[in-house]
């Protein structure tokens, strides 16, 4: 098969994140299995405007902005050979495919956006007027142009909330996402005091800043203790995140890591006692199955995504949004008794990019 991927950003995008490792890993899977694969995203200062990565052939024209969507339509006319199958990838706004191509479509989504949207960086009154837009008009633009479109989603959290956009149950496909797993793990311990880590991207809706409210809450009960912040963000809201660290009585005890390698990411996972994900709202969660794989609980809220990804009382705790209070005893437990080390790596070893992949790939075939 000739297979179409439209998307924001690729695997090389500065600020790629989960669903771009995700994409990577099914179109890999693809390639390797004799189908060829064509990823178009936007472009980015220094990239270069068509390459191949891994046997995936990506073009990159507009800007993530928003001229993306356009020039993905102005690209697809001029091809001469059309694909077998074209992945629409939704984040937020999707490509508006239907209106287009006449191949068959497979929309693939890893969260609808719902809160998210006010959950922006841009200044009062238009970070309100952008999130009230995108609220309003995301359900009604899924109902117009995707009502009859098959989806691949990741979690049955997804899932529920695609039917309320009016996507019927029998055209969504759950695909958990897989693991990769790394080429081998250092034999180390855990640190001496109590550390605690955050994964992910640095962002408002992320809940990244109650982290820190949590963090007060632990070292005000358990004594000495660290806080990792491991990850990237837009350097004004990461300026933000230090400033308000520097207010508070724990400064020295917070690092803020960065962007690390893969080794380095599994290494400090394994090293840390617990990873917090106080995120807003998610497609799975998959930095919460990477802390699984070397033994490290989570303790997350219950919304989208993280409660489809932590096994309650197995790999970790899920707690009621919002509830600091709750997340910190959690997390004291587990510090006190890291009992789900075991369990929460039996959790992790169910998920793998292999069985995702056939999967998705079964899926394509029977759309084509």
Same mark, same amino acid.
């Given at each position: 098969?000739?297979?179409?991927?439209?998307?924001?950003?690729?695997?090389?995008h500065?600020?790629?994140g989960?669903?771009?490792i995700?994409?990577?890993?099914?179109?890999?899977?693809?390639?390797?299995?004799?189908?060829?694969?064509?990823?178009?995203?936007?472009?980015?200062?220094?990239?270069?405007?068509?390459?191949?990565?891994?046997?995936?052939?990506?073009?990159?024209?507009?800007?993530?902005?928003?001229?993306?969507?356009?020039?993905?339509?102005?690209?697809?006319?001029?091809?001469? =050979?059309? /694909?077998?199958?074209?992945?629409?990838?939704?984040?937020?706004i /999707?490509?508006?495919?239907?209106?287009?191509?006449r191949?068959?479509?497979?929309?693939?989504?890893?969260?609808?956006?719902?809160?998210?949207?006010?959950l922006?960086?841009?200044?009062?009154?238009?970070?309100?007027?952008?999130?009230?837009?995108?609220?309003?008009?995301? /359900?009604?633009?899924?109902w117009l142009?995707?009502?009859?479109?098959?989806?691949?989603?990741?979690?049955?959290?997804?899932?529920?909330?695609?039917?309320?956009?009016?996507?019927?149950?029998?055209?969504?496909?759950?695909?958990?996402?897989?693991?990769?797993?790394?080429?081998?793990?250092? #034999?180390?311990?855990?640190?001496s005091?109590?550390?605690?880590?955050?994964?992910?991207? @640095?962002?408002?809706?992320?809940?990244?800043?109650?982290?820190?409210?949590?963090?007060? =809450?632990?070292? =005000?009960?358990?004594?000495?203790?660290? @806080?990792?912040?491991?990850?990237?963000?837009?350097?004004?809201?990461?300026?933000?995140l230090?400033?308000? &660290?520097?207010?508070?009585?724990?400064?020295?005890?917070?690092?803020?890591?960065?962007?690390?390698?893969?080794?380095?990411?599994?290494?400090? @996972?394994?090293?840390?006692?617990?990873?917090?994900?106080?995120?807003?709202?998610?497609?799975?969660?998959?930095?919460?199955?990477?802390?699984?794989?070397?033994?490290?609980?989570?303790?997350?809220?219950?919304?989208?995504?993280?409660?489809?990804?932590?096994?309650?009382?197995k790999?970790?705790?899920i707690?009621?949004?919002?509830?600091? #209070?709750?997340?910190?005893? =959690?997390? &004291?437990?587990?510090?006190?008794?890291?009992? @789900?080390?075991e369990?929460?790596?039996?959790?992790?070893?169910?998920?793998?990019?292999?069985?995702?992949?056939?999967?998705?790939?079964?899926?394509?075939?029977?759309?084509?």
């Open positions: 098969m000739k297979i179409l991927m439209f998307s924001w950003r690729d695997i090389e500065p600020s790629g989960g669903a771009e995700a994409s990577m890993e099914h179109a890999k899977y693809w390639v390797k299995h004799g189908h060829e694969v064509t990823w178009f995203a936007s472009y980015y200062f220094g990239a270069k405007k068509t390459e191949q990565i891994e046997g995936i052939n990506i073009i990159r024209r507009g800007n993530q902005l928003g001229t993306v969507f356009l020039a993905g339509f102005w690209w697809y006319l001029g091809l001469k =050979q059309k /694909p077998d199958i074209v992945i629409d990838q939704i984040h937020g /999707p490509f508006f495919t239907p209106l287009f191509v191949k068959p479509i497979l929309a693939y989504i890893h969260e609808t956006a719902r809160k998210v949207w006010f922006n960086h841009l200044q009062f009154p238009f970070n309100y007027v952008y999130g009230l837009l995108g609220y309003v008009s995301e /359900p009604i633009i899924f142009f995707y009502r009859n479109i098959q989806f691949m989603t990741v979690s049955d959290s997804s899932k529920n909330d695609l039917t309320k956009f009016g996507i019927k149950r029998n055209k969504i496909h759950v695909i958990h996402n897989g693991l990769t797993k790394p080429n081998k793990i250092k #034999q180390i311990n855990k640190e005091h109590a550390t605690l880590i955050y994964l992910g991207a @640095l962002a408002k809706d992320k809940g990244v800043e109650d982290t820190f409210e949590v963090f007060e =809450q632990v070292k =005000q009960k358990i004594g000495k203790s660290k @806080l990792w912040i491991v990850g990237k963000g837009h350097p004004e809201y990461i300026k933000y230090k400033s308000k &660290i520097n207010l508070k009585n724990f400064r020295k005890e917070v690092k803020f890591w960065g962007y690390v390698s893969e080794e380095m990411k599994f290494e400090l @996972l394994k090293r840390s006692h617990v990873l917090i994900n106080p995120s807003k709202h998610e497609g799975w969660g998959l930095t919460n199955i990477e802390a699984n794989f070397v033994g490290t609980p989570v303790v997350a809220y219950d919304v989208l995504g993280c409660r489809d990804s932590v096994k309650q009382d790999s970790g705790y707690v009621t949004e919002g509830d600091i #209070q709750k997340m910190a005893e =959690q997390i &004291i437990k587990i510090i006190n008794n890291n009992s @789900l080390s369990s929460a790596k039996e959790w992790s070893n169910q998920f793998n990019w292999d069985s995702a992949g056939k999967k998705s790939l079964h899926l394509l075939k029977t759309m084509v």
